[in-house]
Nanobody
């Protein structure tokens, strides 16, 4: 069974910071790029950030560049998303998944519960 467990979300004022964590099954984590996705109310799920297997390559959606940083600790099977200068438009449920680095598409049809991020103005 593939397991993806997100945590670290919460309610924060605009301009604040949060760090999200995702613990994944070792069998999928160690051999795949990992991505963070988010889904806001009434909107499609979108890729926020993606990191290569080794952590040497990273890409972000334009709206978060300069504010968010993705990283991974392969020894802990964990991927992180440091979010600074948060804006109300960042409000969404955030999910992680293994991903194809080139296409940015998720590889697993299983999604975890996600973690809610709410940014107030």
């Amino acid at each position: 069974q593939v397991q993806l467990v997100e945590s670290g979300g919460g309610l924060v004022q605009a301009g604040g910071s949060l760090r999200l964590s995702c613990v994944a099954s070792g069998s999928i984590f160690s051999i795949n790029a990992m991505g963070w996705y988010r889904q806001a109310p009434g909107k499609q799920r979108e890729l926020v950030a993606i990191i290569s297997v080794s952590g040497g390559l990273k890409r972000y959606v334009d709206s978060v560049k300069g504010r968010f940083t993705i990283s991974r600790d392969n020894a802990k099977n964990t991927v992180y998303l440091q979010m600074n200068s948060l804006k109300p438009e960042d409000t969404a449920v955030y999910y992680c998944n293994a991903a194809n680095y080139l296409s940015a598409r998720p590889l697993n049809n299983y999604w975890g519960q996600g973690t809610q991020v709410t940014v107030s103005s």
